[in-house]
C-alpha cells in the first residue's frame, strides 16, 4: 500500500503535470471503483484542477467548484500516465482520466477490488475521511508522545493506526523501528522518555528519508513502480538477508495480509519473536535464539 512517502510523491508530481489544466473527461471502466452517488463522477468533466492534497494514505484532487475526487489506492492500487486517449486495456485498468496531453490511468492488480474513489462537494466533506493521526513530519515531541502513549499498544501496531499516526504503514514502520533500535512487539507505554524522544526522531526521519530518495528516482518522470519492497530498505521486505548495520539474518513474522520485519541483535536484544502460528504449534521447542533458530533448521534438515 502505497505510504507518506510514496503519496508525497505522487502528489508532486500530479501537481507539476496537471495543476491548473481541466480534466476533459472521466472513463470509468469499473463500477466498483466509486463508492459514492451524488455528485457523479461526470460531474468531474470540464473542470480545471486547483491543486492536490494528502489525507492519510489517500490522494485528493481539488477541481474548480469545490469539487474533490478521493482515491484511496489500498494495496494494490496504482496511477500510471498514459498518452491522451489511452484504450485502458486488460482487467487492471479501472479508469481514465483524460487532460489535454495525457490520460492517467488508475490500475488494480489482482482480483480483489479495494481501491476507491469518492466525488464530494465541498471541502468540509473531506473531513470523514481524517482518521485522525498525527502528522509526524514538524510534529513536536509532545504531541508525538501524546499521540503515541493514548493507547497501550505494541510499537508495530501503534505506528500503523491512522487515528494515531497518519501515512505509516507496514513498509516504513519496520524501517522506523529498525532505524530506532526498537522492538515492535515492546508496549507504548513501558518505552522509557529517551526511547520515545528516539522513535520521534527516527519516525521524521526515516519518513523524509525515503520521500526524497523516491523524488530523487522519479526526478521530472512519474511514479510508475510504486512498491513496498525496495532493495536498499534496511528490514522490510528482506527476511534472512543480512541487516545492514550488524549483518545479522533479518527475521520476520506474518500474519493476516501483513508482515512484521526486523533484526533481533540490533531490536531485540537478540531474541526472536514467537511467530504466532509456528508458537502455538512448537509451544516450549519454539526457539528463543537465533542459535536455537540454526540448531531448529539443522534437525528439520537431517
Request: proline share 5%; aromatic share 8%.
Amino acid at each position: 500500500m502505497p505510504e507518506l512517502p510514496d503519496v508525497a510523491v505522487y502528489i508532486e508530481r500530479l501537481s507539476a503535470l496537471f495543476g491548473g489544466q481541466v480534466l476533459e473527461n472521466t472513463r470509468l471502466k469499473s463500477p466498483f471503483l466509486v463508492r459514492s452517488f451524488e455528485p457523479p463522477l461526470e460531474a468531474a468533466r470540464g473542470r480545471s484542477v486547483t491543486g492536490f492534497r494528502r489525507i492519510g494514505k489517500r490522494i485528493v484532487f481539488e477541481l474548480s467548484g469545490d469539487l474533490f475526487l478521493v482515491f484511496h489506492l489500498m494495496i494494490a492500487g496504482r496511477f500510471h500516465l498514459k498518452p491522451k486517449g489511452d484504450k485502458l486495456a486488460g482487467k487492471q485498468s479501472l479508469l481514465g482520466l483524460d487532460f489535454a496531453e495525457h490520460t492517467l490511468v488508475l490500475t488494480e492488480a489482482g482480483s480483489k477490488r479495494r481501491a476507491s474513489l469518492f466525488v464530494v462537494q465541498g471541502a468540509a466533506s473531506l473531513v470523514e475521511f481524517s482518521r485522525g493521526g498525527l502528522e509526524v513530519l514538524g510534529s513536536s515531541l509532545p504531541a508525538f508522545r501524546e499521540a503515541l502513549l493514548l493507547e497501550n499498544r505494541t510499537l508495530k501496531r501503534a505506528l500503523t493506526d491512522p487515528r494515531l499516526f497518519s501515512g505509516i504503514g507496514n513498509a516504513y514502520s519496520d524501517e522506523i523501528l529498525h532505524a530506532a533500535r526498537l522492538s515492535p512487539v515492546k508496549l507504548t507505554r513501558s518505552l522509557a522518555d529517551t526511547e520515545i524522544a528516539r522513535l520521534h526522531a527516527q519516525t521524521g526521519a526515516v519518513l523524509e528519508l525515503w520521500t526524497e530518495r523516491l523524488r530523487n528516482d522519479v526526478g521530472t518522470g512519474f511514479p510508475e513502480k510504486v512498491t513496498a519492497f525496495r532493495p536498499d530498505m534496511a528490514v522490510h521486505g528482506r527476511f534472512q538477508k543480512p541487516c545492514p548495520v550488524c549483518g545479522t539474518p533479518v527475521q520476520r513474522i506474518e500474519y493476516a495480509s501483513n508482515e512484521l520485519n526486523y533484526c533481533p541483535t540490533c531490536q531485540t536484544g537478540g531474541k526472536l519473536l514467537a511467530d504466532r502460528g509456528l508458537s502455538r504449534l512448537l509451544k516450549s521447542d519454539w526457539p528463543k535464539t537465533l542459535e536455537e533458530l540454526e540448531e531448529f533448521k539443522a534437525a528439520r534438515r537431517e
